[in-house]
T-cell receptor, first 112, second 116 residues
Framework: RKEVEQDPGPFNVPEGATVAFNCTYS??????FFWYRQDCRKEPKLLMSVYSSGNEDGRFTAQLNRASQYISLLIRDSKLSDSATYLCVVNQNGGSQGNLIFGKGTKLSVKP | ETGVTQTPRHLVMGMTNKKSLKCEQH?????MYWYKQSAKKPLELMFVYSLEERVENNSVPSRFSPECPNSSHLFLHLHTLQPEDSALYLCASSHARWAGGPNEQYFGPGTRLTVT
C-alpha cells in the first residue's frame, strides 16, 4: 500500500461547482496533515493544515478521520483560479526532524 | 513572495560538470530540506537539516552533496550526474520539530535541472 494515496483525477468541473478530494495514508503514527496546491511548473504552496476537529478557510474545508486514516478537502463555489494539482501531505514526525510524505496529487480543472 | 529563494532557476549541465544549487530562506526557520520532483512522481525527500545538522539522508547517491553553513542557507553540490537526475529540485524550510509550534514547510520556486 502506498504511503499517501490520492485519486489522480483529473477532475473537470464547471465554475461554481463543489468538488471533493480524498486521500488515505498508511502510517497510523502520522501526526500532522496538510493540503498543498501546485500550479503547473511551480512549487507546492501550503493551502491549509488539517486539524482533528476539521477546519474551514473560506471556500475550503478539510476533514481528518484518524480511525479510517482518511483526509478530505472540499472546495465550494469553484473558481477558474482553483485549477491546479492538490497534494495531500502527511508528516510522520518520527525520530528526528519529521518529514513530509507527499501524495502524487489530484488534478483539478475548473472550466467556464 | 520571497520567503524562500533558489538559484539558479534553470540549469543545464553535462555529466562531467560540477555545479551547485543555492537556497536561502528569510522566514526565521531552523530546518531546511531538499526535495526532488520528477515527472509523474510524488515529491521525494532527499535531505533534511535541523540547526545546520543533517538529520536525514534518504539514500541519495553520493553525486549529490548537501551543505548547510547556517540556518538560512542550503546548498546542493552536484557532480557527475546522470540524465535520470534531470528533475525539479525544490528547497523548503520550516520550524524545527523540537521547537514546537507549526511545522508546515514552505517551498522555494525550484531549480529545473537538465543533465545532458
Amino acid at each position: 500500500r502506498k504511503e499517501v494515496e490520492q485519486d489522480p483525477g483529473p477532475f473537470n468541473v464547471p465554475e461554481g461547482a463543489t468538488v471533493a478530494f480524498n486521500c488515505t495514508y498508511s502510517n497510523s503514527a502520522s501526526q500532522s496533515f496538510f493540503w498543498y496546491r501546485q500550479d503547473c511548473r511551480k512549487e507546492p504552496k501550503l493551502l491549509m493544515s488539517v486539524y482533528s476537529s476539521g477546519n474551514e478557510d473560506g471556500r475550503f474545508t478539510a476533514q481528518l478521520n484518524r480511525a479510517s486514516q482518511y483526509i478530505s478537502l472540499l472546495i465550494r463555489d469553484s473558481k477558474l483560479s482553483d485549477s491546479a494539482t492538490y497534494l495531500c501531505v502527511v508528516n510522520q514526525n518520527g525520530g528526528s526532524q519529521g518529514n513530509l510524505i507527499f501524495g502524487k496529487g489530484t488534478k483539478l480543472s475548473v472550466k467556464p | 513572495e520571497t520567503g524562500v529563494t533558489q538559484t539558479p532557476r534553470h540549469l543545464v549541465m553535462g555529466m562531467t560538470n560540477k555545479k551547485s544549487l543555492k537556497c536561502e530562506q528569510h522566514l526565521g526557520h531552523n530546518a531546511m530540506y531538499w526535495y526532488k520532483q520528477s515527472a509523474k512522481k510524488p515529491l521525494e525527500l532527499m535531505f533534511v537539516y535541523s540547526l545546520e545538522e543533517r538529520v536525514e539522508n534518504n539514500s541519495v547517491p553520493s553525486r549529490f552533496s548537501p551543505e548547510c553553513p547556517n540556518s538560512s542557507h542550503l546548498f546542493l553540490h552536484l557532480h557527475t550526474l546522470q540524465p535520470e537526475d534531470s528533475a525539479l529540485y525544490l528547497c523548503a524550510s520550516s520550524h524545527a520539530r523540537w521547537a514546537g509550534g507549526p511545522n508546515e514547510q514552505y517551498f522555494g520556486p525550484g531549480t529545473r535541472l537538465t543533465v545532458t
